[in-house]
């Protein structure tokens, strides 16, 4: 299973109660406990800030995880992504552009132009449910998503979108390779951010193995 935690500080710091200021060190905290717990990619997605600050948000997660399998992929900014030596963005250019290693994912909301994202190293497809982000889109549910990973033929797709604990048996069903999330990995009012990373992680990786093995 492909686990890709995606990041969202404003609400992680939220459910931590944390003030504005400390939002960034939450999302390191959760970084490095993710990577350490065995999260395959990191997905920074922090829209509204300045190329200077994820630019420097993404290079200190790059040495927080350093020591750990784990890869830090930005989202839609090829600029911060070469800065950092990572990346995550449209597959054929970039890869023309950036030095050998970089991991390419692309996001899909359905079959359409999957053929064109072929170089990539692996989908997102969604949005697979319901989910807070993403209030009012045409969701592709259990079969959109098995239509994706049949289309992709092979190429890993992770499917994103109100995923969690209780939605694995509906991904593994799909043959999907593993799922992306925010909400997955942000804990409920009261919990510690480092220990329920952990625990989410190992209780996602054992529903998936469980769920494949009933397919």
């Not at 989910?131 to 049949?150: C, I, Q």
Request: net charge neutral.
């Amino acid at each position: 299973m492909i686990l890709c935690l995606v990041t969202d500080r404003r609400r992680l710091g939220a459910a931590m109660s944390a003030p504005e200021a400390d939002w960034i060190d939450v999302l390191r905290q959760q970084v490095a406990a993710a990577a350490l717990a065995g999260v395959d990619l990191i997905q920074v997605r922090e829209p509204d800030l300045e190329a200077r600050e994820l630019t420097d948000l993404v290079r200190s997660l790059v040495r927080l995880t350093a020591s750990t399998p784990a890869k830090v992929l930005v989202n839609d900014r090829i600029d911060v992504a070469l800065a950092a030596k990572q990346q995550s963005i449209l597959p054929a250019e970039v890869r023309r552009i950036a030095p050998a290693g970089f991991v390419i994912g692309c996001s899909v909301h359905g079959i359409d132009g999957i053929g064109a994202r072929k170089s990539a190293d692996f989908l997102i497809a969604g949005t697979v449910m319901p989910t807070a982000s993403k209030p009012a889109v045409d969701y592709l549910n259990e079969d959109g998503l098995s239509r994706v990973v049949e289309a992709a033929a092979g190429q890993p797709v992770l499917g994103i979108g109100g995923l969690d604990l209780r939605s694995i048996p509906l991904l593994a069903s799909t043959r999907a390779a593993g799922l992306a999330a925010i909400g997955a990995f942000i804990p409920e009012a009261g919990e510690d951010v480092i220990g329920n990373v952990q625990k989410r992680v190992s209780a996602l990786r054992f529903a998936f193995d469980s769920a494949r093995r009933r397919t």
